[in-house]
């Protein structure tokens, strides 16, 4: 099992330093499609690798591996897809992953409610097991519409993209600076550099689905039109 150790400390690797390229390069640019679809490949090998060798050594933190990979995909498929362009097997199957673990956590979440100090084992507190599991059932109710409807078009699209890559991201920095901080490096070890490292994605992704949102408003008064990734950027 070493090997899917190696391959789960590797993804993890790529994925930082990828994901913090993406942050912070021009959005819709080059270096940020690239940069953001390594990200996601990145995150995959990262979730497999956890999933593999975590369930080796039964422990149960190799979900988190799991949905941040999900996350990853969704918001990547999110704006990569042509509109109308869907595949039935492949977002059926990705569902999967929201509903089991949504559910799954939710009932650890009121389990956990009741142990010893409303913490797991692993010092996790039951209002975060319980948040994570709203988020995953809420991408669920999200996925679940997709299925229905189609993909998304302008800003709802935009956002959808937005919400799941800062929230893939954040599973990355907070597991990370705040879960491991005996393997951050010296220079970042500082108890406020690595809270503000971990909380970046998320200082960013709110940042800008509060741009999205003004856009969207002010494109309401205007002569209505499709408003992407790129029309966002591009009036900005």
Excluded: C
């Excluded at 975590?54 to 509109?83: D, K, L, M, N, Q």
């Excluded at 389990?111 to 988020?135: I, N, Y």
Aim: hydrophobic residues 55%; without cysteine; charged residues 15%.
């Amino acid at each position: 099992m070493k090997a899917f150790t190696y391959l789960h400390i590797l993804g993890a690797i790529i994925a930082l330093a990828a994901g913090y390229a993406a942050l912070l390069a021009p959005k819709g640019k080059w270096l940020h499609r690239n940069a953001g679809l390594l990200f996601v490949y990145a995150m995959v090998a990262m979730g497999v690798g956890a999933a593999v060798a975590g369930s080796a050594h039964e422990r149960e933190s190799w979900s988190g591996g799991i949905t941040a990979a999900y996350f990853a995909i969704t918001a990547a498929t999110a704006v990569r897809r042509r509109p109308h362009e869907s595949n039935l097997l492949f977002d059926g199957t990705l569902l999967l992953i929201p509903i089991g673990f949504g559910v799954w956590r939710l009932i650890a979440g009121v389990q956990v409610m009741f142990m010893p100090g409303g913490k797991t084992p692993e010092g996790v507190p039951a209002l975060m097991v319980l948040l994570s599991a709203v988020l995953l059932l809420f991408a669920a109710a999200g996925d679940i519409h997709v299925l229905r409807h189609g993909p998304l078009t302008g800003t709802p699209r935009l956002k959808r993209h937005l919400w799941r890559m800062g929230y893939a991201m954040f599973s990355a920095t907070g597991a990370f600076f705040i879960g491991q901080p005996r393997f951050v490096p010296a220079l970042l070890s500082g108890g406020l550099t690595r809270v503000i490292l971990a909380v970046l994605p998320l200082i960013v992704m709110f940042y800008w689905l509060a741009r999205a949102g003004r856009h969207r408003t002010r494109a309401a008064s205007e002569t209505p039109r499709a408003y992407y990734w790129g029309n966002v950027h591009s009036r900005s």
